[in-house]
Each structure stands twice: as C-alpha cells, then as structure tokens.
C-alpha cells in the first residue's frame, strides 16, 4: 500500500499492538502487513519502510497485556529502545517486546515477523520478563536460530493445518521460544519451584488435545522423575492428572456452549479419545451431561428465532 493512513488502519484491524510513525523516508510510502493465525499465536508479516515509529504510555492498550510480542527480523536492520536498553537487529535476530510498555524502533527499509503469544503460555517470571524485554537475541546460533528458521517459515505458509495440528504445532513453536529466552538468560540458578510450577501449568495449556498428554509426558518434557513431578504438585488442589483432566473439561464446556459441533467431536479435539466416558465425566463435574448442554443451546436459538407465520395469518 502507498498510504501511510492506509497501512495504519490496517495495522490497527490486524490486532497487533498499536504503534505511532515519527518519520519515514521513502515517497511514496510503500509498506504492507499480512496477519496469519495459529492456534492460540498470531503472526504478521512486515515490510516497512526506512523510518521510525513508537509507542508511548497513552497509546498503549489494556488489552495487550495480555500478550508478549516477540519481532523477528528478515531483512534489513532495526535500532530497538524499550526498558532503558538498545538493541540493534540484524537478520534473523530476535526481541521480546513488552506491548504495554514504551517502545522505539529506528530502522532500515526492513522485513519482519511480529509474533504474538498469550502471556499464559508463554510463563516468564516478573524479572525475568524484565531482563528480557528490548535484549537482542541472535538468530544465528543456538535455539534462537531454531526460532527463526522456524517462524519465518511458518508466516510464509500457514495453510492446511486442522484445529488440532495448529494448536499442537504452536505449542511446539512456544516451547522453542521458551528454550530461546532461557538461553539469553544464562542464568545457572535452578527455577524455584512455583516458577517450575507456572512453566509445567503453562506446558499443559498449551498440549491439552493432544492425547498423549499425561504426567509421564510432562515429566519427561522438563527431565524429572514422575516422583519429583508429583512432589511438586502434592501441596497444589489438583494433581497434574486432575489439572489436565479439568483444564480439557473446561475448554470442553466452553466450546460446547459456543460452537455447533458434537459432543464426540468436541471430545476428541481435546483430548478424550471415548465419547462415552467424556460424558461420564463431564456429568460427575458439572451435574449435567454435556448433551443437555448442546441441547439447551438449541432449544434457546430456536425460541430466539422468528415462528412461521400459520395459513390464517396469525
């Protein structure tokens, strides 16, 4: 697009975090924004641009902080400020930016990938977040390379992915970035154990279709003995087996109330491979069985909708 009003209003309908533009060289301003999603992630693919924008305090949104954003760039070079650090950005590096915070870029004319991921699955300690925010990590070595390789990829090419397999393949992309961020950490201390207890919550979250999923899978995933898992957890009101069971309850519940499908397909995409115990225990949790759900959702929109008018008019 050639308008710089016109690529902001498209910024703004994208979902991405708001930004304000100080200065751009090029006449006309060419730039353009593709948005693509994965499961629970969004990816935006960039081209801007020499120039330099910001965000501010005011323009911030609530909402945002809900989420971390993660830029990578592809082509091109950036000159990022947020947190009372600079970072300078080449090809392939990476950075965490906090969207609830100010933040500057200066940069080149330049291609990226903006990712966003939901603060709940991606479980940053608060001062860890801190140290990472506006930090340069590199593209070119290590699992920050894994990273880029993958994500710039995936925002080239996200098409014919079931529900499923986007979810299971975005969890997958958040755990590499996790592994990212710890690495630029280096710090040698081991994760006190309610920060262990955030990272395994966040892992579950993140796989709960995938019907492997289990204690013995968890455990595995962050190099512990299943004793040493359920130690972690025998002062918490669930196991990890309840927790997993619950949270795929929940998202069973929810979906059932909001979508058209059927109970054994809502069932199966999170992760209960028998419809009929799914049932068992969907009634033993809520008191209900999870067709009369379905059904009350029925009767609702049919009352809702306009009766046919009788022969006589009436």
């Not at 860890?128 to 990590?137: F, N, P």
């Not at 290590?142 to 992915?161: C, E, K, Q, T, W």
């Not at 207890?197 to 013995?216: K, M, Q, S, T, Y």
Request: net charge positive; proline share 6%; with cysteine.
């Amino acid at each position: 697009m050639s308008s710089l009003d016109a690529f902001q209003e498209k910024m703004a309908a994208s979902g991405l975090p708001p930004l304000l533009s100080r200065r751009h060289a090029a006449s006309p301003f060419l730039a353009e924004v593709v948005t693509r999603d994965l499961g629970p992630l969004r990816l935006a693919g960039l081209v801007t641009p020499e120039g330099e924008c910001f965000r501010d305090a005011r323009s911030a949104r609530e909402a945002d902080g809900e989420l971390w954003q993660i830029d990578l760039v592809t082509r091109g070079r950036v000159r990022a400020e947020q947190g009372g650090g600079t970072a300078v950005l080449g090809p392939s590096d990476l950075i965490l930016v906090d969207p609830i915070r100010p933040v500057r870029f200066d940069s080149s004319a330049t291609a990226s990938v903006t990712m966003l991921v939901p603060r709940r699955l991606l479980r940053l300690r608060p001062g860890d977040a801190d140290r990472l925010a506006g930090v340069r990590v590199r593209g070119d070595r290590g699992p920050g390379a894994l990273v880029a390789a993958l994500v710039g990829d995936m925002a080239r090419s996200l098409s014919g992915f079931s529900a499923e397999e986007a979810d299971r393949s975005a969890a997958a992309v958040i755990e590499l970035v996790a592994v990212a961020l710890s690495a630029q950490l280096g710090d040698p201390r081991p994760a006190s154990d309610e920060a262990l207890r955030a990272r395994i919550v966040g892992f579950i979250e993140a796989r709960l279709p995938d019907r492997n999923l289990g204690p013995a899978a968890v455990a595995a995933a962050h190099h512990m003995s299943l004793r040493r898992l359920h130690r972690l957890f025998e002062d918490q009101p669930l196991t990890v087996a309840a927790l997993i069971r619950r949270r795929r309850l929940e998202r069973c519940r929810a979906e059932l109330a909001g979508s058209a499908r059927t109970v054994a397909a809502v069932a199966a995409r999170w992760g209960f491979a028998d419809p009929a115990h799914f049932s068992r225990l969907f009634k033993a949790t809520y008191g209900y069985s999870p067709a009369a759900l379905t059904s009350n959702k029925r009767a609702r929109a049919v009352k809702a909708s306009p009766g046919r008018p009788r022969d006589d008019g009436g």
